[in-house]
């Protein structure tokens, strides 16, 4: 499971930051997650409270920030939300576009005492 990876290491990163500043236990994860970035929130949260017993994390809570996707279409010099069906621009159609945001997949920060 591509989530159990992610958390794996989101785990392993909080307790060694957590660590250096000599805490002893993590509080609060907070992670910054894309609609485009392929990972599913709820599949986070369940792989995180599968895992966090035996880290210093075990009465953590997982915080998710959802991004939602947008794009940049760089003839219209417009920004849009993409729908399921496609990326292409809706004003000319085209395909000359960058994903703005949408594939953040980022361990923001963390609580811990
Ligand atoms: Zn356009």
Same mark, same amino acid.
């Given at each position: 499971m591509h %989530? #159990?990876?992610?958390?794996?290491?989101?785990?392993?990163?909080?307790e060694e930051t957590a660590r250096k500043q000599n805490g002893q236990k993590i509080l609060k994860l907070y992670l910054r997650v894309g609609s485009m970035s392929g990972?599913?929130? %709820? #599949?986070?949260?369940f792989a995180f409270e599968a895992m966090r017993t035996d880290t210093m994390a075990k009465e953590?809570?997982?915080k998710i920030e959802n991004v939602s996707a947008s794009c940049w279409?760089?003839?219209?010099?417009?920004?849009?939300?993409?729908?399921e069906l496609g990326f292409l621009c809706?004003?000319?159609?085209?395909?000359?576009?960058k994903l703005q945001?949408?594939?953040?997949?980022?361990?923001?920060s963390i609580d811990y005492c």
């Open positions: %989530e #159990a990876g992610i958390i794996y290491n989101v785990l392993k990163v909080a990972v599913i929130p %709820e #599949a986070l949260q953590a809570q997982l279409c760089e003839d219209c010099k417009i920004e849009y939300v993409p729908d809706p004003k000319c159609g085209g395909g000359n576009i945001k949408g594939r953040e997949l980022e361990l923001v």
